[in-house]
């Protein structure tokens, strides 16, 4: 039982929660109280497993060849590299997972919480179709990255905040984006061996790596010009430098190595943690300047 427990752990992906957790500790910023919130902590619990559970074991299912040939795979890292037989019975732990928390998470939120939650399934299951999946069909791979910001109103569902400008779902979406960019770029021999297309694989490791700096510089842009936040700013600036040394002078159109990816996960994880922080207690990102 407990070896079955750590694989659906493993398959959640944990050195990959920072992500959903980023989104959803957003809204709150600098609510001191909600550390005595049990609906934060549902929330935040809900967003570690649950959430990445079915988000990425749903992914897991329909990927099986090509997470076969994927050095990143088996690890909690980057998830897990399950069999046929583990994935033909993936979906009921899912499901249950699910169904134990849907209840408790209507009981704060009210039903509306049903229509993000269909919004989502929706996105999953335009992005996870075996055939004709938009995971396999670039760029549209891209535009599902908007099923992450569905995160956000969740947020603010349940813990009763104000809403978000849109100017910050609008970088939240560029910072999806170059995520899902990044991850490309680091599985593109493996989506080339197992046959499977992305933006990374059609535009080759050069091109991309250009296009997540691109967006990570108009992202910066917004945090100087639209929220004149410029110590959070001033951060991202920090990892665009790094993204223009990484293509033109350290690693260039190299593979990347599965120890060079395990730190660049463990050094994201920190910067994320840092950024959350920051974001939080000074709610940068809360509202724009007048």
Not at 3 to 31: D, N
Not at 187 to 196: F, L, N, W
Not at 259 to 284: D, E, H, P, R, T
């Amino acid at each position: 039982m407990l070896q079955k427990l750590l694989f659906y752990l493993k398959v959640s992906r944990p050195g990959l929660w920072f992500a959903t957790l980023w989104l959803y500790v957003l809204p709150t910023g600098q609510m001191l109280d909600v550390s005595t919130s049990v609906p934060f902590w549902l929330g935040f619990f809900y967003c570690c497993f649950p959430l990445n559970f079915l988000v990425y074991g749903w992914n897991d299912i329909v990927d099986f060849e090509t997470d076969q040939v994927n050095p990143r795979k088996d690890s909690y890292w980057f998830g897990a590299r399950a069999s046929k037989t583990q994935l033909e019975h993936l979906w009921k732990a899912i499901l249950i997972v699910q169904l134990l928390c849907l209840p408790i998470l209507l009981y704060f939120t009210g039903y509306s919480f049903l229509l993000l939650m269909l919004g989502f399934l929706l996105i999953n299951t335009l992005y996870n179709l075996p055939k004709n999946g938009l995971r396999s069909k670039p760029p549209l791979e891209l535009l599902c990255q908007v099923g992450y910001l569905l995160i956000v109103p969740f947020s603010v569902m349940l813990n009763q905040t104000g809403a978000l400008p849109r100017q910050t779902y609008i970088y939240l979406l560029l910072f999806a984006w170059q995520s899902h960019l990044i991850g490309e770029v680091m599985d593109i021999e493996p989506d080339r061996k197992a046959g499977r297309k992305t933006t990374a694989t059609i535009l080759g490791m050069q091109k991309t790596k250009l296009l997540i700096i691109a967006i990570v510089f108009a992202e910066v842009a917004m945090l100087f010009g639209v929220f004149q936040t410029y110590i959070f700013g001033g951060m991202l600036a920090l990892g665009l430098i790094w993204l223009l040394l990484d293509l033109f002078v350290i690693y260039k159109t190299q593979t990347y190595t599965l120890m060079q990816m395990k730190l660049f996960a463990y050094l994201s994880n920190i910067v994320a943690l840092v950024s959350m922080w920051y974001v939080w207690y000074s709610g940068c990102l809360l509202k724009i300047p007048s």
